[in-house]
Every structure is written in C-alpha cells, then in structure tokens.
DNA sequence: AAATTGCAAGAGCACTGCTCTCGCTGTGGA
DNA sequence: TCCACAGCGAGAGCAGTGCTCTTGCAATTT
C-alpha cells in the first residue's frame, strides 16, 4: 500500500524531473522562446498531450525551471560563502560575488530565465520571491555579520529616511544586524551585480569591456569598499 | 518623374510607419511575445503575406522598433540635459537620470525589448549599437564637462590599469575628457542606473522596496557623490 | 503605348499550445 | 480476491503562428 502508493508518487516525481531535464536541455540550446512542449514530448518519445498530465501548461513548466534555477543559483551562492572563514567578510564577499557570476555565466540561458524579460502574463508566485530572497540572503548575512561598526563614512551628511521607500521590515529580516541607513547602500550594491551581469550577457557592454572577468574583480572590490567590507 | 517616384517611395515609408505604430501598440497591450505579424496585419485591413513586403522577417520588424525605441530614448535625455545650465554638472546628471526612468516606466515594453533577455538568434546590427550609445554619451558628456578635476579621492589607493578589461579608445569617443581611472566609476554609475530600472520593471524590488522613484532619486544623489558631480 | 516593377491576395506548409475522448493498467478498498 | 476507480498515453482535432509561392492587378518607367 504505502510502498506501492510510493512507487506511484515516484514514478510521477522521476517523470516531471525528465521533463524539466529536457526542457533545460532545449533552453540551453535554443534559448526560451525555442522551448516548446511537443519538441520536449518528441525528444521523450511521448504524445504531446501526455505532458498534460504533469505541467498543465507552458507556463507552469517555466515556473517550475524557474523555481529551480533560483535554488540552484541560491545553493551556488551559499556553499562559496561557506568556505570562506566567517570573520573575513571581505572573502565572503568576493566568493559569493564570484559564485553569482560564475553561475549566470554558466546558465546563461537560466540566469535570462530569472533576471531577464518577464514571461508575458506571469506573476511570480510567492514562492519564487522566497528563493529569489536566496541569494540575498547570503549577501545580507555577510555584511552583517562584519565587524565593521557602520562608522560615520567621511562627512556626516543626514541620511535620507529610508523607510520612505524601503520595506524595512522585509529588508530587516534578510539583512539582519545592517544599520537601516546602510540598506541603501546595500541594495545597490546587489542591483550593480546583476546589473553588471545582466549587461554583460545581454551584449549592453559591447565595444565598451573586452573581459568582463577581470572588470567584474574591480567592480566586486570597489563594491566592498563602499560597502567597508575591506580589512 | 521624380515626383511620381517619391510619391511611391513616400508610400512605402508611410506604410511602413504604419506597421510599426501598430507593433507599438501591440507591443504595449500584450508584450513583444504578443507581437504577432498576423495580427498587425489584420489591424491594417490586409493580409498577412502582405506585409513581408515590408519586412522580411518577424525579427526584421522587431530590429526596427528597437532602433526607434533607443533614438526615442537617446532623445528624450539629450532633452533634459539640454534644458540645464551647461556648468551645473549635478542639475544636468541629475535631469538626465531622472529622464531615463521618466521614459522607461512609461514605456516599460519597448525598454525590455531593448535591456531585455535578447531576441534568440538576433545579433545587433552596428545601427543599433551606435543608437544605445546615445543616451551612454549623454552621460559621459556630463561627467567630461564637470568643472571637477579628478581631485585625489581619499587614500590614493594604487588604481589597477583599466585597459586590462576596458576598451578604452571606444569609451574615449564616449566620454570624452573623463580621466581613464575614472571609467570604471563612470561605467559602474551607468550599470546601477539600468540595474535599477531592470530591477524595478522586471519585479525584483518587490518586497524591498515600496517607492521606487523615491529610491531612484537616492540612488542618483549616491552616484553623482560618488562620481563627484555634486558641488 | 508597351514593358517593367510594386503590390495585395490567397492558398498552403510546417509548426505551436492546448483540449477532449478513448481505451489500458496499476492501485486501494471491499 | 475481485472490482471500481484514478492515473496515464495515444490520437484526433482546433485555432493560432511565421513564412513561402503563385497569380493577377495597378502604377510607374521607358
């Protein structure tokens, strides 16, 4: 009974990840708009409207790779911060930094799926805001967990009130132990990495960067020191 | 003769105006993957294969609309630079920073299909390479005209050569009169303006941040700070 | 006035996402 | 142990897509 209900379950697990395994296949290959279901069905030997049965529309296939490639970039991220000795924030740092990009350059074709053009009528459910929190997560931790005390940066000028336009709450619990007035500075450091990435696979940086590598160091260090992650 | 000829070729080009207007509009309603070279043809009274009169291919008529939308925004910045004073470097960046954003949510569909995930198989032609630069020169015009002499910032840390990573004759043409050490700021400020509204427009802001257009304006204080626009 | 060229129409091909109906088969309750 | 049921794959079919090719008309060029 349970074992053959298992058996069942199983089977029908191990099928939706053969499907995903293929459509991944053909997104690498041919990009996401070249992703269709009945070349996914072909390539699996089945009827088209057999996949029905498991994704009961295109979308809810992309949602699903989608879901993934977020928890993949986000397991990516997590393990380089890990081998990284916790005191040495600027390490983290530039590990996870390098894991980002190591994984977008890898995946362009996912990394597209998740940080490029939303797909047409598509509301991300609140899932995928969860994992996406991932990867911000990581970075979160790593600047406050760093010993820096935020100390007064050059000029005292007043700080803008960031509650104005920030949720404060949310961004409290993904940087725990950021002073408020350093979320700013924060998110624009997370919005210049995928900015960068985002330019660089898109081809925005063509004519400008001959190796996007080298220039993503610079950029990662100088990132670190506005935000005084650097010893 | 003459006339008679210009009175077809004006044909053609208003013809072609019009197919574009309607792709617009398309685009606008349902998104660039709503665009369907059937449906623009049955908005203009004609049938389909009329219309690969015009336009050879699907991608052909998308090639155009991203020329027009990187002019339309090239235009609109060089605008606002243009309304302030030439010496008030920070009114300037500032202007033109917020004209970006102004034309980015007012037209969020046609600033994805341009920083967007790219159209599959499509490599921009030198056109429209040359069109995205415009509003990139807007900027680093702004920045070579400031009266501020790259002043020492801070600790003179040793700058690493930038032409490692950076191909600096095309960004010379740019921004003419930025010192090289200063490319980096320059194009990093760039990245985090467009890291923002891609940010913004696809969704990835939601759960952090409640006003954007408050943020945008904290952001762009932040960068002209950093790039020493402020007085 | 004749020849050429530009154009819209229409049929047609290969493809897509998606629906529905039909049998087969393994499963869980009686 | 048997039986009803649910899950499944197959197949046909609908409406839509980009794109091609041929045909005939009309405007332009010579």
Chains 1, 2 share one sequence.
Do not use: C
């Not at 293929?22 to 996914?40: C, D, Q, T």
């Not at 330019?199 to 160091?217: C, I, P, R, W």
């Amino acid at each position: 009974m349970s074992t053959a209900t298992n058996s069942r379950a199983r089977a029908r697990e191990t099928h939706i990840e053969a499907i995903k395994g293929v459509a991944r296949k053909l997104i690498a290959e041919k990009s996401v708009a070249g992703l269709s279901l009945r070349e996914v069905s072909r390539e699996m030997g089945l009827v088209s409207s057999a996949l029905y049965r498991y994704f009961a529309t295109r979308d809810e296939l992309l949602t699903a790779l989608i879901l993934d490639a977020y928890n993949d970039l986000g397991r990516s991220v997590e393990r380089a911060d890990a081998k990284v000795a916790r005191a040495d924030a600027y390490g983290r740092w530039k590990a996870s930094a390098r894991a980002i990009r190591r994984w977008a350059t890898k995946n362009p074709h996912e990394y597209a799926l998740i940080y490029g053009t939303p797909i047409p009528g598509y509301v991300a459910p609140t899932e995928t805001i969860d994992a996406a929190a991932r990867v911000a997560r990581v970075l979160g931790a790593i600047m406050g967990e760093s010993r820096q005390t935020s100390a007064p940066s050059g000029p005292r000028r007043k700080k803008s009130d960031v509650s104005r336009y920030l949720e404060v709450e949310g961004l409290a619990a993904i940087m725990p132990g950021v002073a408020p007035e350093d979320y700013l500075k924060a998110l624009m450091a997370w919005t210049e990495i995928f900015g960068f990435l985002t330019f660089e696979l898109f081809g925005q940086y063509v004519g400008t960067v001959k190796n996007a590598s080298l220039m993503f160091d610079d950029v990662v260090n100088e990132l670190a020191i506005s935000l005084k992650l650097k010893p």
